[in-house]
């Protein structure tokens, strides 16, 4: 009896000493791995009535790829998540440190999730892209990182001089504000790395933001139940860069828009010239404006672009409706110039004029109005000449009409013809032309100069428009460009606040 007493004495005290070693030494860390080995489903809150609080913040990685069309774009970025979880409590005098990913599945996590991202991808190369950390009284810092296609709906009314604003936003899924509360980091919450270069863009400014509301949840057919839910905003401001724009879209229309003013310089007689000019900068500026909107979403209403396109595209046409105006004076002055010399063929030569009243007769010669009735022509075609050159005859030098010089008598009033056959050898008979001074050569001599008067007028009138154009598109064009960059640059630009 008295060795049994001394050996379970003895069992005792050794297993009271190992107990005292356990709580000295670090023999107790299996006891953490084996509460984290406990599935935790439920949200540690000691109290019902007092929610979890969890702070986040995130750090912008990466940025790239917008889509305009798509209005979305591309982040990389880390997420880091705080709470207290006083399950996880232990003795060890640091920050017990987890990254199994089975063990991580073990523990509750705040079910957070980004409400406007279009695809989201956990990050797992070359291992799953997380840390874990619990302290001793059990407060746990989680990050991981993930990639997102965010939706951001963009403002092209200024493009591509707009400045964006696009936010992304962190909700819990399933806890109302009054089961988790989730909050950001006091200090500097959202952060971006300061080397991320954009083509198209430059970040101006992030900032963090609430957007806690009353949202709808556990929906049944007949009911529903409605709560307030956390959910914050990280924004980021963005300002688009224009030097790309610059090169490849206002500098060249800006251009086909110079290149219509040459025509004004061109001789108002080349059509053929003229006409090349003005519908080729117009196809070229259509074709440019096309590529213009091939990457742009068709929105309802006019971007800036669009304004300076529709611009262009109005000054070419003007120039296009400039030409059809100087041709059309044109025309006219070679309407009237034709029939001056017409009409001045007839006063200087009297030549016998065919109508359709009497094609072969000779009465009284044709006047001046039956020109201008455009029913008249020269005879000369219709009949065979054999007009020698002799001591007798003299050319004309308005046609090849041969006259006996004698036949001409200047002091009579009016024109006498003569169909009397004159033998001329075996060459048959030749009809000889009596000419004379008709008693209204005067009036008819006005009335070339006046028509030649208004062939001049036109033309003047064409040049003076053409003169006019060199200076007014030039000018005008000048105008809308410092309206416009002065509007969309200076006018238009709201500084980003970034006290927010």
């Not at 005098?93 to 279009?118: G, M, T």
């Not at 819990?172 to 083509?199: C, H, M």
């Not at 030409?323 to 030569?349: C, G, H, P, W």
Request: with cysteine; aromatic share 14%; proline share 4%.
């Amino acid at each position: 009896m008295r060795q049994q007493s001394a050996s379970s004495s003895q069992t005792l005290r050794i297993f009271l000493i190992l107990c005292s070693i356990s709580t000295t030494f670090p023999l107790t860390q299996p006891n953490i791995y084996n509460l984290l080995q406990q599935a935790n489903t439920r949200p540690p809150t000691a109290n019902a009535s007092i929610p979890l609080g969890v702070k986040l913040g995130m750090y912008l990685e990466s940025l790239g790829n917008f889509r305009s069309s798509e209005m979305s774009f591309d982040v990389d970025l880390y997420v880091y998540m705080s709470w207290q979880d006083t399950r996880l409590a232990h003795n060890f005098s640091d920050y017990v440190l987890i990254n199994n990913d089975e063990i991580r599945k073990q523990i509750w996590l705040p079910d957070l999730y980004f409400a406007n991202a279009r695809q989201a991808s956990f990050q797992e190369v070359t291992v799953p892209n997380f840390n874990l950390f619990v302290a001793p009284d059990g407060t746990v810092a989680y990050s991981c990182r993930c990639t997102l296609t965010v939706a951001c709906s963009l403002n092209l009314r200024y493009y591509p001089m707009d400045q964006q604003l696009c936010s992304i936003r962190v909700l819990s899924y399933a806890y109302i504000a009054k089961q988790v509360n989730v909050t950001w980091f006091d200090k500097n919450p959202v952060r971006f790395n300061e080397e991320i270069g954009l083509p198209e863009f430059q970040i101006e400014h992030v900032s963090n933001a609430y957007c806690n509301g009353s949202y709808q949840y556990a929906l049944t057919a007949d009911s529903f139940k409605s709560d307030d839910f956390s959910c914050l905003t990280g924004n980021l401001y963005l300002s688009r860069s224009i030097g790309y724009n610059l090169v490849q879209s206002y500098i060249p229309t800006g251009l086909i828009v110079m290149i219509s003013w040459v025509s004004f310089w061109i001789d108002r007689r080349a059509v053929p010239a003229r006409v090349t000019l003005s519908f080729t900068t117009l196809v070229s500026l259509t074709t440019l404006g096309n590529g213009l909107r091939f990457g742009l979403p068709q929105v309802s209403y006019a971007k800036a672009i669009d304004l300076w396109y529709g611009a262009c595209m109005f000054f070419v046409f003007c120039a296009l409706l400039e030409f059809a105006t100087i041709n059309s004076y044109m025309r006219k002055s070679e309407k009237f110039d034709s029939m001056a010399k017409k009409m001045q063929s007839v006063v200087l030569t009297g030549r016998r004029l065919k109508t359709e009243k009497s094609p072969r007769s000779y009465g009284k010669p044709d006047t001046v109005q039956d020109i201008l009735s455009e029913r008249i022509k020269f005879i000369d075609n219709e009949f065979d000449y054999d007009a020698k050159e002799d001591d007798g005859m003299a050319m004309s030098i308005y046609d090849n009409v041969s006259c006996r010089k004698d036949d001409v008598d200047s002091s009579s009033e009016e024109t006498k013809f003569s169909t009397k056959p004159k033998k001329n050898g075996a060459n048959g008979t030749r009809k000889y032309i009596d000419k004379s001074l008709n008693q209204n050569s005067a009036n008819e001599s006005l009335m070339v100069a006046t028509y030649f008067q208004i062939s001049a007028n036109h033309s003047r009138h064409a040049l003076k428009i053409d003169k006019s154009c060199r200076y007014l598109f030039p000018f005008a064009f000048f105008v809308w460009n410092v309206f416009y960059w002065w509007y969309y640059l200076v006018y238009t630009k709201t500084p980003v606040d970034k006290t927010k």
